[in-house]
């Protein structure tokens, strides 16, 4: 987790905070891929697309 605070903390002193909401969107999606991998919610993720 401090990774993610070093980061958000570059992005705001670097005056990128645009990316933010770029990042947490692929993020998410990495997170339904590794999900989705031989799991029981795989037919519903691919539902979603």
């Known amino acids: 987790m401090e990774f993610l605070k070093e980061f958000f903390v ?25 999900l989705a991998q031989g799991s029981v919610v795989a037919p519903f993720v691919y539902t979603l697309f």
């Open 10 to 34: 570059f992005l705001r002193i670097r005056k990128k905070l645009w990316l933010a909401p770029i990042v947490i969107v692929i993020i998410t999606l990495g997170g339904l891929i590794v």
